[in-house]
């Protein structure tokens, strides 16, 4: 099962930023959070990962709390291309590296 | 660009009938994964390979099969297609051995049973 929560839906405005927050109260010490995201009717792509520390890409950025049991996504300004659903994850490194895909947030993106 | 390509996008087969899916990496990636997407669901991993090796998800129906000849070539086997197979299927690849590298994903195949 998966070990993240996410709200189902979130609406942004174009051009403000997009704040996707993630519960994962039961994540390990050595589990690190991903953030992956797909476009409809394409594969999912990954955005950034992180394990305590904040961490800043050109996609995005991510925060995680200092006890780690949650982490908020963001994308600083969201454009209609960003439209797709975003999926929290908690890396199981040690069986391989797969993904459990929870069920994500759907971020719409409105002009 | 590298990149993981399958083929096709689109696939129908018939109630029964045995279709192959494959995918293709230009990577040269270690691990291979299928996942299976059905409609407004999350993708969920049916398998992997491990280079050589082959992990199979305890949850995933012995209807499944995969082959990976190759490092750049993987199959995704449906023996008997049932019409709860109609789904997205993703293939996707990683380079573990070094810490934590992202999996990149294919477009899909879209898979139609009649």
């Known amino acids: 099962d998966a070990k993240t929560t996410q709200p189902p839906s979130m609406d942004c405005a174009e051009g403000r930023a997009a704040n996707l927050p993630c519960n994962h109260s039961t994540i390990s010490g050595n589990e690190y959070v991903y953030w992956y995201r797909q476009i409809h009717s394409q594969g999912p792509q990954y955005i950034i990962h992180?394990?305590?520390n904040n961490e800043t890409n050109e996609m995005a950025s991510l925060i995680i709390t200092e006890d780690r049991k949650s982490s908020t996504l963001i994308l600083p300004h969201a454009t209609l291309r960003d439209t797709a659903v975003y999926y929290c994850?908690?890396?199981?490194?040690?069986?391989?590296?797969?993904?459990?895909f929870g069920q994500g947030t759907e971020l719409s993106v409105k002009p | 660009d590298a990149m993981v390509i399958q083929n096709p996008r689109y696939q129908v087969t018939q109630f029964g009938k045995p279709v192959t899916l494959s995918c293709s990496q230009t990577?040269?990636?270690?691990?291979m994964y299928w996942y299976q997407q059905k409609s407004s669901q999350a993708p969920k991993l049916l398998f992997h390979y491990y280079d050589k090796d082959f992990n199979n998800e305890a949850d995933t129906p012995d209807n499944f099969q995969s082959r990976r000849p190759n490092t750049s070539f993987c199959f995704l086997d449906i023996r008997s297609p049932g019409l709860g197979d109609a789904a997205m299927y993703l293939c996707?690849?990683?380079?573990?051995?070094?810490?934590?590298?992202?999996?990149?994903f294919g477009p899909g195949t879209r898979l139609t049973v009649t």
């Open positions: 992180g394990l305590k």
């Open positions: 996707a690849t990683s380079r573990e051995g070094l810490p934590l590298n992202e999996q990149y």
């Open positions: 994850i908690v890396r199981v490194y040690n069986q391989g590296g797969k993904l459990i």
């Open positions: 990577l040269n990636h270690n691990v």
